[in-house]
């Protein structure tokens, strides 16, 4: 089985991830959806880049790999429209409604988290085990590494994109859709996909039946998170605190 061993020299495909990033933040209108989930991955991605070594993303090697499969995943499931080709199921809703004036951009946010996590991260680590030659279960300390970092990217979605307290009533449909969505049970299940798609390797068929019908599900929630809502205040410009806005709802 591989071993988690340190690296010391910097890792090329999560640069050349940043530098594609940094290529569609400069191309898309900002007020596209791809624009504004890339954009809020693209900082976070260059925030974990600029700390040193010891005080920023650990210099895991499983860690790096599993990242780097995260990225490509994302960037490929973007990239395929542009190419003429079928994108992902999962992502399919966002790329399709991407320009949808009734979407509001925290929408566009969770939605693309949602394909990110659920389907994304998934394959993302049945890649990673191949590349390392070892099981999910060696992988399970850089799978919540990982997921510490998609914690950061969901809550600067929070802060940057989501309106505050005196704007994100309980009455806003917003409100329900945020409540309603949850990373930790996003990761926990795509954990549990990985490994059962893991398991199914001896029997190919099974496992592309598997791997389309997961891609399927997560598209499904991606749409419904898209959902067309009446008009509120655009939260695109407002930082608040998310905990403050839906603490309300919850009580």
């Not at 591989?2 to 910097?10: D, K, N």
């Amino acid at each position: 089985m591989a071993q988690c061993e340190q690296l010391t020299t910097a890792v090329g495909p999560m640069v050349s991830a940043r530098g594609r990033m940094r290529e569609l933040d400069s191309a898309l209108p900002p007020r596209d959806g791809v624009a504004v989930f890339n954009r809020v991955y693209l900082t976070v991605a260059e925030a974990v880049a600029a700390k040193p070594t010891g005080g920023g993303f650990p210099q895991v090697r499983a860690t790096i790999v599993l990242v780097e499969r995260l990225a490509a995943r994302y960037l490929g499931a973007v990239g395929t429209m542009d190419a003429g080709h079928v994108p992902p199921a999962a992502w399919r809703p966002l790329l399709r409604l991407r320009r949808h004036a009734g979407v509001r951009p925290a929408q566009f946010a969770l939605a693309a988290i949602n394909a990110h996590v659920g389907h994304d991260l998934t394959l993302a680590v049945v890649d990673a085990c191949r590349t390392l030659d070892c099981e999910p279960a060696d992988m399970e300390d850089d799978f919540d590494r990982v997921g510490d970092l998609l914690t950061v990217l969901e809550e600067r979605v929070h802060d940057e994109l989501v309106p505050g307290p005196e704007v994100l009533r309980v009455t806003d449909p917003l409100a329900h859709l945020l409540d309603a969505w949850r990373l930790d049970r996003a990761r926990e299940t795509a954990w549990a996909s990985a490994r059962a798609l893991w398991s199914l390797d001896r029997r190919p068929e099974v496992a592309r039946d598997f791997a389309a019908r997961l891609d399927a599900g997560v598209g499904l929630a991606t749409r419904l998170l898209l959902t067309p809502l009446p008009d509120g205040l655009d939260g695109a410009h407002s930082r608040p605190r998310v905990g403050q806005a839906l603490g309300a709802h919850r009580a």
